[in-house]
């Protein structure tokens, strides 16, 4: 399955080293933090309306960057996963995602739920949140060793789930929008099953 890491911005966690020698994407501001931290992105995305004019000339001392329209009809990030997505990528991570402009945030995190990524592995990823998208079906879910919480998140009203080897079980739960049964469950081993009619998104999460 062909991986790819994505860098939108900074979100105070810090540079993820572990995963230096990994294929990278660069998205508006996230080409500069990698070139920073002396990784030349593979792909670049964005206007690159967050970078002021000395880290636009350091960009540009060390590759070259074809900006976007700032006038346009997807996102950066929604560009940049739709371009990697024809590239063949099936995984894709993405850093700097979550948190800062509330609007930016959750239009981030409808985007798991576009048909336009049916079938694609896409992880949002800070600090304290793993978040990504469970197709129809059934998963053999895997904790996240730094995290505690398993939340799931509707998108269709209705949406049946299943649940085995959480703390709180579920036998094909009629999910209702805006309802809060399903957060903060916890797994009891490392392992655990989640069985839904519609795709979910699943939050493994933990306090600070």
Partial sequence: MKHINVLIREDGTGFPDERRDESWAGVDRGVYLLL?????????YGDFDSVDASEWAFINQHMEVAPVPSR???????????DLVERGCQSIDVYGAIGG??????????LLMHGAFDGIDITL????????????GTHEVEKVETMRYASFIPFVEGTSLTLEGFEYNLEKERLKL?????????????KATVHTDEPIIMIQSRDE
Avoid at 36 to 44: A, L, M, Q, S, Y
Avoid at 72 to 82: F, N, Q, R, Y
Avoid at 101 to 110: A, E, M, P, V, W
Avoid at 126 to 131: L, P, S
């Fill in 178 to 190: 805006g309802a809060t049964l399903t957060i903060s469950n916890e797994f009891l081993d490392r």
């Fill in 125 to 136: 990823i800070d600090a304290q949140n793993v978040m990504r998208r469970l197709d129809a």
């Fill in 36 to 44: 920073k931290e002396g990784i030349v992105p593979d792909f670049t």
């Fill in 101 to 110: 402009r509330l609007d930016h945030t959750l239009g981030n995190i409808f």
């Fill in 72 to 82: 346009k009809d997807d996102t950066d990030l929604e560009m940049c996963l739709k």
